[in-house]
């Protein structure tokens, strides 16, 4: 994969505290939310949030991502040398490459492979933000509510409730805040957490996700 090459051009910038939550929270949260939605969609392709703990491994890199089937999307790498994210909000289309090119100019070059990783691909990513210490953005990007972010990323708040709204819109069923609760608090698996919120799936059908997100399973 092609590395950036010499200094960046365009200064990064933090964002405003609150906007992001600190990196270890909104990994959980990643992961809560993953877990929530294969209980809630067995069929993988109706999910919107994904979480990956092998990503890879040797590297200690774990992805999240959120795909809403009509083009919207954001990926989220988590690593020892800290976090990125970028992401597409088709309201907020920047329209030309160069434009694209601008809003990844700042970041760091240990992020460089995430850029170009094909399975991150984003033709036209309307925001990139990473944290090294602290959230931060190229500088002269759009602020969150003009670039696409605030509404991809509004539900990554860690609110159950926040969470519990989406999927009572989406499944069009009742979602039970506590069961949604004990999730995002990574409360051990049962079977009758997971019937608490689909009575039509097991732990064991639940199997490769709950090993894919690293979802701990109560013993005994």
């Known amino acids: 994969m092609s590395k950036v090459a010499g200094p960046p051009m365009t200064k990064a910038t933090a964002l405003a505290p609150g906007v992001l939550l600190p990196p270890a929270e909104l990994e959980r949260v990643c992961k809560a939310m993953a877990m ?62 160069e434009a694209v090119t601008d809003l990844f100019a700042a970041v760091p070059s240990h992020y460089s492979d995430f850029l170009n990783e094909p399975a991150f691909e984003l033709e036209n990513s309307t925001f990139c933000y990473w944290h090294d210490g602290q959230w931060e953005k190229a500088e002269g990007v ?37 069961s949604v609760r004990k999730i995002f608090s990574i409360t051990p698996l049962t079977q009758e957490l997971v019937a608490s919120l689909n009575p039509d799936v097991s732990i064991e059908q639940l199997a490769s996700d709950i090993a894919e997100i690293g979802y701990p399973l109560k013993q005994g």
């Open 36 to 97: 929530l939605e294969a209980i809630l969609s067995p069929d993988f392709e109706f999910r919107y949030y994904s979480y990956n703990c092998h990503w890879d491994d040797a590297l200690s890199q774990r992805v999240a991502s959120m795909q809403n089937g009509s083009g919207d999307e954001y990926f989220i790498l988590f690593q020892p040398s800290g976090v990125i994210l970028k992401g597409y909000e088709q309201a907020h289309r920047l329209g030309t490459r």
């Open 142 to 178: 759009a602020e969150p509510d003009k670039n696409g972010s605030t509404s991809l990323l509004g539900i990554l708040t860690g609110r159950p409730e926040d969470y519990q709204a989406y999927a009572e819109g989406y499944y069009l069923s009742e979602v039970p805040i506590e």
